[in-house]
């Protein structure tokens, strides 16, 4: 059994894919529309895919305070001042519950948590 990718519920899916591709650099590897109120796009970036929704018929999405989606990223201080320099807001952070990591909070354009955590050398 393998994981394949996990769905997100969005309100603008151009802006997400912009968020996704821009912040995450996930690529773009397909889109279409099963039907005019429905469009769905595939972002991946190896392993790591996404499925974003966008359906104009859905109530908007809700995904609560405790699920997040976690990214590597090489560094925190860089992610930092690139999202900064993006004006996108930090949530939390940055936090080092131990030694060998460190990390921090966004959220996408819907309001999903995004962890971005820096694995350190301990």
Do not use: C
Request: glycine residues 8%; negative net charge.
């Amino acid at each position: 059994m393998a994981y394949l990718w996990t769905t997100i519920h969005v309100i603008n899916l151009k802006e997400s894919m912009s968020f996704y591709e821009k912040v995450l650099g996930l690529k773009p590897e397909r889109e279409f529309s099963p039907s005019p109120h429905m469009h769905i796009a595939f972002l991946g970036n190896g392993e790591t895919k996404i499925e974003l929704i966008e359906a104009s018929d859905a109530p908007s999405p809700n995904y609560g305070q405790d699920l997040s989606l976690g990214f590597s990223v090489s560094s925190v201080e860089e992610m930092i001042h690139f999202l900064e320099k993006e004006g996108i807001p930090i949530l939390s952070g940055p936090l080092s519950p131990n030694p060998g990591i460190r990390f921090l909070y966004i959220l996408d354009p819907n309001g999903l948590k995004i962890q971005l955590v820096e694995q350190l050398d301990s």
